[in-house]
Each structure stands twice: as C-alpha cells, then as structure tokens.
C-alpha cells in the first residue's frame, strides 16, 4: 500500500508548513501526516516551536506524548531517504542494487585481483625451475600460468577503477597515481612477454643473451604486483 503513497523530497515537503493556505504536513520515521485538521498545528507550527513542512522525527523524543498522536491523522505520503553524501556520485538505480547485493559495492577488485598476483609470481618461478631441473613440464606450466594472468589481469583493471569511483568518488591521490601507471606498466609486460612466448616458443633454449633478458622481464613482474597490492591494501586498510 506503501508504494501507492506520494513520495516526498524534503525540499518538496516544506512547501506544506501551513502558510498561505497550504495543508500542514509533518514527517515522522519516513512517514508524511497531514496534521491541518489539529488545533495544535493550525498556525503551521506545534506549540510554537516544531515547524511543519519539516521532518521531526528527532524531535519528538522531547515530546510530552508518545508517537501514537500521529495515528490520529492520515498519512498522505513517505519521505524520500535522503542520499549518503559519499553516495552522490551513484545513481539511483546502482544504490538500489548495492542494497540487495552489497557484496557487489566493495569486494569485486579486492576480490578479483589475488589471481594475477599470485600468476604473475609464479610465471618467473617455473620458469626458474625450468632452468634449474631442465623438466619441460616447468615450462608449460609457466606458459599456462602467464594466459590465466593475461586473463585474469584485465578483470583487476577493469574493476579496480570501478572499486575507486564507487568508494572513492574517482578522487584522484598519489596512490592512485602509482596503481594506474603500475597497472599499465603491468598490462604491457604481460603481452609482451606473452608475444614473445609464442613467436619464439623456445626462448628459454635460446643463447644466453635473449634468454636472460626473458627471464629478467618475468621477474620484473614480482614487484610490480607487489607494489600494486601494496599501494591497493594501503587505501583498504589505511592505518
Ligand atoms: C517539545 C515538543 C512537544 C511538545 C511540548 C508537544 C506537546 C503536545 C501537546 C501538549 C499535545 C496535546 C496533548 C496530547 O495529544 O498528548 C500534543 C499533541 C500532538 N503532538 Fe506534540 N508536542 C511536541 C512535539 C511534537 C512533535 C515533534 C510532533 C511531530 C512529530 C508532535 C505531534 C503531535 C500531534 C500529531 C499531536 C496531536 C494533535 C491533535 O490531536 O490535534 N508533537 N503535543
Ligand atoms: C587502474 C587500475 C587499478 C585501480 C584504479 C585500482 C584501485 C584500487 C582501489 C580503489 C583499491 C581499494 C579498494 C577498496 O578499498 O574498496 C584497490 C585495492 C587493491 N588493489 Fe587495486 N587498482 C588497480 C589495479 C590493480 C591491479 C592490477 C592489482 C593487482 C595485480 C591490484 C591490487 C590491489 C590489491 C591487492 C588491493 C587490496 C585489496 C584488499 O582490500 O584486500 N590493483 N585498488
């Protein structure tokens, strides 16, 4: 039955405060009453201090009576909750979502972003140990390990920009500075690595040189998602 009842704005709702021949309405819990038939309300104020057209539901703790005086008079609408100032920025329709699926507003890049951390450090270990042993098996394990970060790496792109405008508002920080350029820094590696890996898909049999300069850029890696995760965690957790 609710949903029938008018919506109010509280900038809509102070229209209604008894003057110039408008109705009284007062708000309680998210509720509007229209008071104008009360005595105690005629003038547009109660006991010349509550005006109408206002939300009073603070104020009616300092009241001599309970909240049942309100059951008097009919209820004529529901007060719009106003929007979380950090939530400006979100459409409507988004906040609606989030309050049925509030996973959806935090944990997407938290979530997402153990995959191409833990890759994209495994990528120069088999590939160390590929070195070490000689077993092939090493080097189609890694082969395997840099496509799941290649895959994996776009989806902590793609969602930790989205966590940022979400909960940060898009605000700009040093922090963010890093993990942008880190992530780019990230995302070009992987591919060129990934290239090379399959125009020459023996590169770790090849002479020395071309070798060592493959195995240093797969090292590379490690510190890059580590700084990534580091710089991340310092904006989750920030103290
Ligand atoms: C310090 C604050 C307030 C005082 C001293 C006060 C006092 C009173 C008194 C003496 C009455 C009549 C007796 C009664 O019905 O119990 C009354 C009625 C009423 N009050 Fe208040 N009140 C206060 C705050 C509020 C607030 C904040 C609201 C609204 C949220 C409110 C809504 C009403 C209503 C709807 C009635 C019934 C009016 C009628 O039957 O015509 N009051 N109040
Ligand atoms: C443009 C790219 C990126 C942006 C804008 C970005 C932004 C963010 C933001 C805003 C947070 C805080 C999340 C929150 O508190 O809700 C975060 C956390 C984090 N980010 Fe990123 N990120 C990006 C890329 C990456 C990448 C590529 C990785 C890893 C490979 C990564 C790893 C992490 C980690 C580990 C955390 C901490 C997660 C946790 O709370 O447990 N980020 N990032």
Same mark, same amino acid.
């Given at each position: 039955m609710e949903n029938k009842l008018k919506e109010f704005t509280r900038e809509?709702?102070?229209?209604?405060?008894?003057?110039?021949?408008?109705?009284?309405?007062i708000a309680y819990d998210g509720k509007v009453y229209d008071v104008s038939e009360s005595k105690l309300w005629k003038t547009g104020a109660h006991m010349m201090r509550h005006e109408s057209g206002d939300d009073l539901t603070a104020d009616i703790g300092g009241a001599p009576h309970d909240t049942e005086v309100l059951?008097?008079?009919?209820?004529?609408g529901i007060l719009k909750p106003?929007?979380?100032?950090?939530?400006?920025?979100?459409?409507?329709?988004?906040?609606a979502v989030f309050r049925k699926i509030p996973m959806l507003r935090r944990h997407p890049h938290p979530m997402t972003v153990h995959f191409p951390i833990a890759f994209m450090m495994l990528f120069p270990v088999l590939n160390i140990l590929y070195l070490v042993t000689g077993k092939p098996s090493f080097d189609?394990?890694?082969?395997?390990? $840099?496509?799941?970060? /290649? %895959?994996?790496?776009?989806?902590?792109?793609?969602?930790?920009?989205?966590?940022?405008?979400?909960?940060y508002a898009g605000k700009w920080s040093k922090i963010i500075a890093v993990k942008m350029l880190g992530s780019l820094i990230l995302i070009t590696l992987i591919l060129v690595i990934f290239m090379w890996k399959i125009v020459v898909p023996d590169i770790m049999l090849q002479p020395s040189g071309?070798?060592?300069?493959?195995?240093? $850029?797969?090292?590379? /890696? %490690?510190p890059?998602?580590?700084v990534l995760g580091w710089f991340g965690a310092k904006m989750t957790f920030p103290h």
């Open positions: 809509k709702l102070a229209k209604y405060n008894g003057k110039e021949g408008q109705p009284v309405y059951g008097k008079f009919p209820q004529v106003e929007k979380d100032p950090m939530d400006e920025h979100i459409p409507d329709l988004l906040l189609i394990s890694s082969f395997h390990v $840099l496509v799941a970060g /290649l %895959v994996f790496t776009p989806v902590a792109l793609i969602t930790g920009p989205y966590n940022w405008w979400i909960n071309a070798r060592i300069f493959y195995i240093i $850029l797969s090292l590379t /890696l %490690v890059i998602v580590t």
